[in-house]
């Protein structure tokens, strides 16, 4: 996953790619001065340096030719000593036959974490979501 600070990129801009450098390119967010804040996603961990602008650069063009890439921001979550990767991918209707049973509590034991996710499993979004959930369940136990 990486942000890229960019110019001349369409607003609304929403890619998927194949065969490209990034699988998805979308724009998130518009700034003044005509700046595009775009999140983009590559099918390898090692595929395009997120600390590298010309690198960044380089496969944005394959979604927005003109794209000029001003600053960029990235972590390494394949390498994060506590993630140690990135998200899930489940195959269709896994997480939806177990979802009920993940996030159900044992007696005074509560569940969260991007596995037990109504919304969003698998993802940092999910894992959030899930432990605003349970933070309701326990203090509705208490």
Not at 7 to 14: F, G, T
Not at 34 to 56: Q, S, Y
Not at 66 to 88: C, F, L, P, R
Request: net charge negative.
């Amino acid at each position: 996953k990486i942000w890229a600070l960019t110019r001349n990129v369409p607003a609304d801009l929403s890619g998927f790619g194949w065969g490209t450098a990034f699988d998805y390119v979308g724009a998130m967010h518009s700034l003044p001065d005509d700046l595009v804040v775009l999140v983009c996603f590559a099918p390898e961990h090692d595929r395009v340096d997120g600390t590298d602008h010309a690198a960044v650069q380089r496969a944005v063009r394959q979604f927005a030719p003109d794209a000029e890439v001003i600053a960029t921001a990235t972590h390494e979550w394949v390498n994060d000593e506590w993630s140690k990767g990135t998200w899930t991918t489940f195959r269709a209707g896994q997480i939806s036959a177990y979802e009920p049973y993940l996030a159900a509590h044992e007696g005074r034991v509560h569940f969260a974490g991007a596995h037990t996710a109504h919304r969003w499993p698998g993802f940092i979004d999910g894992a959030i979501d899930s432990g605003r959930r349970a933070a309701k369940e326990v203090l509705a136990r208490l």
